[in-house]
């Protein structure tokens, strides 16, 4: 690790903090800006709960799209994507998909039922609370709240590496307190809206930046042909154990597989347990949900299918280039384990403008996922913990000042537990690897919460705590059983993480449901109706928007005119967003809702069945196989890889304006009439 930190050299220390210090002002200033306007033109007031949390259930699909696809775009997954290639070989980008896809998938069939059955629902705790009671209330926060450490924790851990070894070996420390820096001034002031807001912002200079470095790597290299040439030079071909004939171009890989099956194990737990998600699912509005769910996963494959095909192959023919960071020596296990073949690849084949576009696009990747997790950490902290049981009696004020309290301090916890993790030796594939044996065994009875009446509270409090007793003593005894020693690296490896993973998800699995069969309980759905809804109070229901404006007359209106037009214009856009949303603002689902809610959890499911067959049988299956892929096949899988991300530039970055055109409508005409009152008024 020393020998690596002195003596590569990409970018300046400057160029970081840049990074960190100016683009994230800059950027949290956007978006609070953003937020601004909104809250003045379309009448939303983040001093509610209900806008702060879940936007006022009202976010169309080219935004939730947008939030769902920079949820699972983290910085993590561009580094262990090239990482993960380089061991394994062209068919770790499918693998990793497909760990993301099925995890989305079930998402989307919780999100809606979710909706359904809990219509004034903000968290997932609540639900557990009204179902199960204080104690497992208690206990799946203590879950959730460790699965949004851990997933914080890892991505500033991994990120903070990359940037300090792109900009020069920055101090570990500052980065990792600067990552959360700019994404909390935004959270802090616009809640889940700002959330949203950032998200497509993140993915847009991602995306952007993905198309750049993948197209102009190509161009580099000469083609898909020569890529495919120098792949099978290079001094990794034939050297894979675990593939067939040792080869990195084919996709039976036993560590490819292995890898997958862990990703795939880890995601479940990120996703089922982050209140983040439910939030997301609570704060979209009927007809935006599953769809925004299905394009979502469909879109995610963007990522790490051309970013492995092509950066993480010509990291393997590299390292023996001169113009490689490391050259003449190869990269450290450390260095590979930490994501390092990134910057290392795009310095070798573009030059510092690349390593500077990825550090950003790092960055941008780490505080999406920072700012959600803030979200779903303060509003279990405020809904599950303080109003629950500190102050029930609390109203939206003193919510929100609990949620502005607890973003600043998670934001800085989760910071000095990923530097805590740095000085124990753990790096990014360590925690990738072992997060999944703690936080996947509440998450089929996470699921079952929503999907079946028949699970019992014992069974949803006892089958989680003996699956983490299990999976924990599974993956130290196989690791001392392999390999002799319990250490760092022996609990690291696949087979310990593979075998204590499987445990930690079908375990609990199969208690949960013995459990209840034997108990024979019938749960009445009608009970998650009581879900409280927290109603906006006279003062506080105003919105930030409500001040003085200057009429064409050039005097400033009068309360009683100000307040009448504010009603006006309130309840044109309560209008707007029914007719473009298709759903009422009342607290129950009419019968047109109620068909509509039935029809989307019939396409839910059977998405669900479709990806699940799709991707776990039908593709790997046909290609797991004594096959070397050739030139044809690569050329097709490789330039479908870049077709199918220039199309998801088109969903994610252009599809959200298109669908938020009348919103941003209003908001010009209001810009456009203040400025010709400010005007007028001077004159």
């Known amino acids: 690790m020393s020998d690596a930190e002195t003596t590569v050299h990409l970018l300046g220390k400057s160029v970081g903090y840049g990074v960190l210090i100016g683009v994230g002002a800059a950027f949290a200033l956007a978006v609070v800006i953003a937020t601004r306007l909104i809250a003045r033109y379309l009448n939303e007031n983040n001093n509610s709960t209900e806008t702060f949390m879940v936007s006022n259930r009202t976010v169309g699909i080219g935004l939730t799209t947008s939030a769902i696809f920079s949820s699972w775009f983290w910085a993590t997954e561009l580094l262990w994507t090239v990482t993960m290639t380089q061991l394994y070989g062209v068919s770790v980008g499918f693998y990793y998909y497909w760990g993301l896809i099925v995890p989305v998938s079930i998402m989307g069939v919780l999100g809606i039922e979710a909706k359904r059955k809990v219509p004034k629902g903000h968290t997932c705790l609540e639900v557990v609370e009204l179902r199960y009671g204080k104690a497992a209330h208690i206990l799946y926060m203590c879950f959730c709240l460790a699965n949004n450490l851990l997933s914080c924790a890892a991505m500033i851990l991994g990120a903070a590496g990359a940037i300090s070894i792109i900009a020069d070996n920055l101090s570990i420390v500052a980065s990792s307190l600067l990552i959360p820096f700019g994404v909390l001034c935004y959270t802090f002031s616009g809640g889940l809206r700002a959330t949203f807001l950032g998200d497509w912002g993140h993915s847009v200079i991602a995306i952007i930046v993905l198309l750049y470095v993948n197209t102009a790597a190509l161009v580099k290299i000469g083609s898909i042909d020569k890529l495919y040439e120098l792949i099978f030079t290079g001094p990794n071909e034939g050297t894979i154990e675990g593939n067939y004939d040792g080869s990195l171009m084919t996709f039976r890989s036993q560590g490819a597989v292995f890898f997958g099956i862990i990703h795939l194990l880890g995601d479940m737990g990120l996703t089922v347990l982050d209140s983040s998600f439910y939030q997301k699912a609570f704060s979209a509005n009927l007809k935006s949900g599953v769809p925004s769910y299905m394009i979502g996963g469909v879109c995610i494959m963007a990522i790490t299918w051309p970013l492995g095909t092509i950066i993480g192959m010509a990291t393997t023919f590299l390292e023996n280039d001169p113009s490689f960071p490391t050259y003449p020596r190869k990269m450290t296990t450390f260095e590979i384990e930490s994501g390092f073949g990134l910057p ?12 500077g576009a990825i550090l950003l696009v790092i960055y941008l990747a780490c505080t999406s996922t920072v700012s959600a997790q803030m979200i779903s950490v303060s509003s279990i902290l405020s809904f599950d913990v303080y109003k629950t049981y500190i102050n029930p009696q609390a109203k939206n004020k003193q919510m ?3 949620s502005h309290i607890t973003v600043v301090f998670f934001s800085f916890f989760a910071a000095g537990f990923a530097i805590m993790l740095h ?3 753990a790096n990014m594939t360590w925690v990738g690897y072992f997060y999944p044996i703690l936080i996947c065994n509440p998450v089929c009875p996470m699921i079952l919460l929503f999907t079946w009446d028949r699970q019992t509270k014992f069974a949803f409090i006892a089958s989680p705590i003996i699956g983490i ?7 130290l005894g196989t690791a001392y ?14 087979l310990p993480c593979l075998w204590a993973g499987l445990i930690a998800l079908f375990l609990p699995l199969v208690l949960t449901v013995t459990f209840s069969l034997f108990q024979k309980e019938h749960f009445d759905w009608n009970v998650f109706k009581k879900a409280e809804l927290i109603e906006m109070e006279g003062s506080e229901a105003s919105s930030p928007s409500e001040v003085d404006v200057v009429y064409e007359s050039g005097s400033v209106s009068s309360p009683t ?14 209008q707007l967003q029914e007719t473009e949303l298709g759903v009422s603002s009342g607290d129950e689902y009419d019968e047109e809702e109620q068909k509509l809610i039935k029809r989307y959890i019939k396409i839910a499911y059977a998405w669900c069945i479709l990806v699940v067959l799709v991707t776990s049988v039908l593709f790997p299956m046909s290609l797991y196989r004594n096959w070397i892929i050739s030139l044809s096949f690569f050329r097709g899988y490789t ?3 870049m077709f199918w991300l220039y199309g998801v530039f088109l969903v994610i970055a252009v599809y959200p304006l298109y669908d938020g055109r009348h919103s941003l409508g209003r908001i010009g005409q209001g810009l456009w009439k203040d400025f010709k009152r400010i005007f007028k008024s001077k004159r």
């Open 344 to 355: 290392y690849t795009l310095k070798s084949l573009l030059g510092d403008g690349a390593c």
């Open 400 to 402: 929100i000042r609990a």
């Open 423 to 425: 000085y124990v030796g």
């Open 469 to 475: 007793g299990a999976s924990v003593g599974v993956w």
């Open 481 to 494: 059983h392999y390999y002799g020693e319990i250490t760092m690296e022996t609990t690291s490896r696949q």
């Open 561 to 574: 005119e100000d307040s009448e037009k504010r009603s006006v214009d309130k309840s044109e856009n309560v």
């Open 639 to 641: 330039g479908l890889s």
